[in-house]
């Protein structure tokens, strides 16, 4: 009997320690939840590690239970099984147990929620964020800045950052700053952190919001402040007018074809909002919303046909002649 | 033991089509019940292989978005309504009225007519796939992606279905409520029914005061795709929230509705099998209750990022972790039904301690996501998909398998290759941890759920290829079953009354398969195991009479007729106002003449 | 109506016959089905952004005596039960004739409230106070349209060579739980809806 | 279900049909009561009873089911199960409308406009019906006439935008772009609001009465960061 509960034991530990292992090499990829940057996120990942503890605890002791009876209490010839209906005192004691755990839990839970929802601190920069098929916009009404799919922030300063939604059903989640909150139509949800430590951020849409859902990504920059207020500085100004001769020439087709339609590059008469703004679209790191680097050739790729990089774009194939697209990658690009 | 012999004056044919599409036994509507949902959870089964196959590397290109988001929505849709809660009414057809000792159900042609209703709601939901694409915004349909502006021909059907299998499944709880309460075998007082009899009323119960919200729910939404309100709209003073709360009110208890059938068939198949009494027969009993109860009090817990505010989180937070009491309860009071028992290992009993261990990790990752904050970081990611896998293949799936190979005597005469369900199992077992274990890592590692595609360098491409190749193992199991089931079903039926030797509740005293009327004589019940109370009191069961004056219902075409009306009802509602009204005709000349036609 | 099942129709573990049983639990079921229609109503009150508004169009006089008319389609209908339950199939007879009619009077006040709303500007798709009242009286309107069907079935049926058969009395009484059923979701709705000032 | 059945094909207990005693005489009594209940909601209604009026109603007609479910639908005389049954789903029903309009009605994310209480309610109460001003809000500018007569004056305002807006109306000497801000608004404290408009959706209307002495007024938005981004106007009124 004792022989075959030790082989079980062991088996137990060992499933035990590798699923420990593993947990512990996600904490390093780039959109890891277990990888806090902000207080928001500490304080979920304390809640986490209490509550994966607890888990673990359980777990293991149902699943050796489990293993051990079924290894020592199988068939043999001649055994009786008990004839046991119940036991009130044990039954006391397990409901017991569950309870004292479930207290252990709720309590700081309680105490996180209060901490994290609620208004937001007084001195916080205020985001308005609004999400669309299939991007976001960001908008700093203190600073007057608008721009798409990458929001800068400055270190140790709270953010609160309103939450709307153009069309359908969103979801902000940056997973190293903060747990998500959907963007819903007709609600100003909200949501606010101190970042606080410098860097770049993967934020995704996590509401499914409809075809290209899974394409509605974006960044997050932590920056210091001065490297946010020179942010802020740059994105202020009006357009950089272009200098070169293909840059000029890629102005033009801006401004004479479908693109003002919905974009905006201020000082040209492009001056619509159903697109993301362009204004100094050359200083992204990425374009449509995050899934792809900001390059030439990439840009050439997404003005070919948006459709086929980002299956259900607004944006539809302009039927842009190999010209108009290299002059309007030009054009783009320099729009720093 | 008995034959039908006397039995029956010869009400038309036993046998060939015309006698299944016209019975009202309630074991061969639980027949119709199990081969149906078996056929539509392989369906499913291939609409999950197709998501998984797109996400096994990134970036791939072997099915586009919406096709994928198809894929996805319809995976849910017919592994909740049309595999996982038929499976549960199959066993509830052949088994509530064996084990409570009855002939039948109360309302034998109700019952034929919840099957076909269930049916042609199926067959028009799948049907979409055909007709202008599949419902594509998630089975939960949120709106406003839901609503005319964003989602096309699809989402009517997911409306028209639900309703009409929402109709269905009424019909049958209403059934199962009322022969449980009232059809008892003598003796089979409330606290003597098998822990299965009483998950089943729990669920019954569940069904019949849930769906009615849905059905509301489904109401406005139909009304804002065709008739121009504002329910859902925000601009035009709608409330896209108010769509969540209704869906989530049905919703949550829906969950229930799938995971007990199964906790009822483990709580029979571990005392059997264990050769000793469930531990703790009333604690199992109140902790089914409450958690039906408790069930209703916890919707919002889906709903927590969606900025509910301070208290109503914390209210929902709290209720949600009352939840994991009853059913810590239930999980100990199992584990010590095994413990110093005589334990045979057959098949059956495998998939039934698979599900104590299963359902704990799912049941683990549940109360994690009653911890709001915690839960924001994991709702919506695949951290949700591992959990509630673990709950409905690891919990329900399991354990429905478990009695599948528990009472396929009972049903066929005939037992299951043990070798190959042994097979089976560990297919299953190894497959299902491939696939949703490592979805636990990557949602930890921050994958969204339903995305289509995602970029490599963000710590997801082995595990997303690890889950693939896991259901893949999944799906050769499930061959080896189907496998199984023929080699089985073309052996000879010689399964004794008692296939297993050691049974405790009633089914096992007539004869495998039953005969129409179930029992020659309805058995008295003294105890909670009623045949070990008659084998250690030595009671040998009455001897039938010479001769059986049984009278069954006899068969009927009218809950056929009826079916179809309802389907036109719906039909008419996706395609023209004529053929609703046709509909409605059939609908009243089906009821007219059903309430003529005799039944004696 | 119910199937009648087999021979042990007469037998019950409880003593409470099957269609009974079943009746009380479905109207449980409407419980819940009124419940969200209601709480959709009271949810958007108030929200509409254009008129008409509530206390610009309900009109409370004439509501209330269609819902005089339904209480009173009540009591005719508890009346026709007595008879079928102690062999007077005349009085059954004349209560049930008296019940629908009172029925399709109500379902006649409903046609012409929603009539003049319409001429008002008010319908499905004008405000929320339009779609969420459509929704709730429509349904309700509709289940008093199944009891009118019902009823007259069963007025049809009991003028039949054989009448209702034995079983008369369960079959008016249980078909009378649904008309009563009607008739209180209305006390609620009228009372929210109509009563309670805007 | 007595265990002593054992014997001989078992029978289950005959359906009981024992029938309430009350009589036709009664269930007119029960009509007419019901009726006079009816009767005096209707007056409850068209009374001055203020806040009383809800409850009393709700009291009423909770009378009135309760008597129709006992008498004309025999609960009171039939098996307790059945009273069970109902009520749970009557109750659970309640709890479940309870808990949404609480819900909703406390959902302090609402945007208002999208949901305009506000708006219809001063739609209503405004007394001081005069002059009818329109304004129209966008990003990022308000658009109204310049001048205005004193007296009572409605503004009436639509957000052409695609955001949220709302409305302040301030009475101040100040230039309308030097108006004291803090945290991104325009302090209300500081100033006067003779009028607002709660925000609205994009594409929703709204409107507010006041009364306009004469004097200088600015119009702005005041949701955060709006008035800096240029959401004011100026107001004479003459």
Known sequence: ?336 | MATAAGTMPAVGSHTGLWSWLTTVDHKRIGTLYGVTAVLFFMLGGLEALAVRTQLAVPNATVIEAGRFNQFFTMHALTMIFLAVMPLGAAFFNWFVPLMIGARDVAFPRLNALSYWVFLGGGLLLVSSFIFGGAPDAGWFAYAPLSGKTYAGSGMDFYVIGLLTLGLSSLIAALNFAVTIINMRAPGMTMMRLPVFIWMTIVVAFLLILSLPVLTVALVQMLFDRNFETNFFVATNGGDPILWQHLFWVFGHPEVYVLILPSFGIISEVLPVFSRKPLFGYTAIVFAGVSIGVLGWAVWSHHMFTTGLGTVPQIVFSASTMAIAVPTGVKIFNWLATMYGGNIRFTTAMYFAVSVIVLFTIGGITGVMHAVVPVDTQQQDTYFIVAHLHYVLFGGAIMGIFSGIYYWFPKMTGRFLGEGLGKLQFWLFFIGMNLTFFPMHFLGVSGMPRRIYTYDAGLGWEMWNMVATIGSYIIAVGMLAFVWNFFKSMRKPATAADDAWGMGATLEWATSSPPPEHDFDVIPAVHDRDPLWYNRDHGITPEPAPAHLHIHMPPPSYYPLVMAGGVLMLGVGVLSHLAVTALGVVIILYSAWAWILEPTD | ?198 | ?238
């Open chain 3, 1 to 198: 109506m119910a199937a009648a099942a087999h021979g042990t129709v007469h037998h019950s573990s409880t003593g409470i016959d099957n269609r009974k049983l079943l009746m009380w639990i479905f109207l449980a079921s409407e419980c819940l089905f009124f419940g969200s229609l209601i709480s959709a109503y009271l949810i958007f009150k108030g929200a509409s952004l254009v008129g008409p508004y509530p206390e610009e169009i309900l009109d409370i006089p004439l509501t209330s005596t269609s819902t005089f008319v339904l209480l009173m389609s009540s009591l005719s209908m508890v009346l026709a039960v007595y008879g079928a339950e102690h062999a007077r199939p005349r009085m059954m007879k004349l209560w049930l004739f008296v019940t629908v009619l009172l029925g399709l009077a109500f379902l006649g006040f409903q046609v012409y409230e929603f009539r003049a709303f319409g001429q008002e500007g008010l319908n499905l798709s004008t405000n929320q106070f339009g779609a969420t009242f459509f929704v709730l009286t429509g349904f309700h309107g509709t289940h008093v349209g199944v009891g009118v069907v019902i009823l007259s079935s069963l007025l049809f049926g009991s003028f039949r060579r054989s009448g209702l058969g034995s079983e008369a009395g369960f079959h008016v009484e249980v078909a009378g739980l649904y008309w009563h059923f009607v008739d209180i979701v209305w006390i609620v709705i009228f009372t929210l809806i109509y009563l309670i000032p805007q």
């Open chain 1, 1 to 336: 009997m004792r022989s075959s509960g030790t082989p079980a034991r062991r088996l137990v530990a060992f499933s035990v320690l590798l699923l420990i292992v593993l947990f512990a090499v996600a904490c390093n990829d780039p959109q890891s939840t277990v990888n806090p940057k902000s207080d928001n996120a500490d304080s979920v990942q304390s809640l986490y590690l209490l509550v994966f503890w607890l888990g673990m605890l359980v777990f293991v002791g149902v699943t050796l239970a489990a293993v051990v009876f079924a290894f020592v209490f199988r068939e043999r010839p001649g055994r009786q099984a008990r004839q046991i209906h119940g036991n009130t005192r044990l039954e006391i004691l397990w409901t017991f147990i569950p309870v004292v755990i479930l207290v252990v839990m709720a309590v700081p839970t309680f105490q996180v929620i209060i901490d994290t929802t609620g208004d937001p601190p007084s001195d916080s920069l205020v985001i308005v964020a609004t999400g669309h098929q299939w991007w976001f916009e960001f908008a700093y009404p203190g600073q007057g800045v608008t721009t798409a799919n990458e929001l800068h922030i400055p270190v140790n300063r709270p953010v609160s950052i309103k939450l709307l939604s153009d069309d359908v059903i969103h979801s902000f989640w940056v997973p190293q700053l903060s747990g998500k909150t959907d963007m819903v139509p007709g609600h100003e949800n909200s949501l606010f952190f101190t970042p606080n430590e410098i860097g770049e951020y993967r934020g995704q849409c996590a509401e499914f919001c409809g075809t290209s859902h899974a394409n509605m990504r974006f960044r997050v920059f932590v920056d210091s402040q001065e490297d946010f207020d020179a942010w802020v500085a740059s994105t202020l100004a009006e357009r950089i007018e272009p200098s070169d001769e293909l840059a000029t020439a890629g102005e033009q087709v801006f401004t004479t074809s479908a693109c003002i339609g919905c974009h905006t590059v201020r000082g040209t008469v492009a001056a619509a909002r159903v697109g993301p703004e362009l204004t100094h679209f050359g200083s992204r790191d990425t374009v449509a919303s995050g899934i792809m680097d900001n390059t030439p050739e990439n840009v050439a790729r997404w003005l070919r046909d948006p459709p086929a990089v980002k299956p259900g774009s607004k944006m539809p194939n302009l039927n842009l002649t190999e010209d108009q697209i290299q002059k309007l990658v030009a054009y783009l690009e320099s729009l720093k």
């Open chain 4, 1 to 238: 279900m007595t265990s002593d059945m054992a014997h001989g094909e078992a029978q289950l207990p005959e359906v009981e049909h024992s029938l309430p005693s009350i009589g036709p005489r009664q269930y007119v009594m029960i009509g007419v009561i019901l009726t006079v209940i009816t009767a005096i909601e209707l007056w409850v209604s068209y009374s001055s009873l203020g806040n009383l009026i809800i409850p009393v109603l709700l009291i009423l007609s909770a009378v009135k089911f309760i008597v129709v479910v006992a008498f004309f639908m025999h609960l009171r005389f039939d098996h307790p199960a059945l009273t069970r049954f109902f009520v749970f789903g009557f109750v659970l029903a309640t709890a479940i409308l309870f808990a949404l309009i609480s819900l909703f009605w406390n959902d302090a994310t609402i945007i208002e406009g999208t949901r305009q209480e506000t708006v219809h309610a001063a739609a209503e109460g405004g007394a001081a019906a005069g002059a009818k001003l329109e304004v129209a809000l966008g990003e990022f500018h308000v658009g109204a006439a310049g001048e205005a007569v004193a007296g009572g004056a409605e503004f009436d305002v639509k957000n052409d935008g695609a955001v949220p807006h709302n409305l302040r109306v301030i009475k101040t000497d100040l230039a309308p772009e030097a108006l004291p801000v803090g945290g991104g608004v325009v302090d209300e404290s500081q100033v006067e609001v003779v009028a607002s408009v709660a925000d609205l959706a994009a594409g929703a209307t709204g409107s507010a009465t006041a009364t306009l002495a004469a004097g200088s007024y600015v119009l702005i938005c005041n949701v955060p960061g709006h008035y800096q981004l240029g959401m004011y106007a100026a107001l004479t009124v003459h």
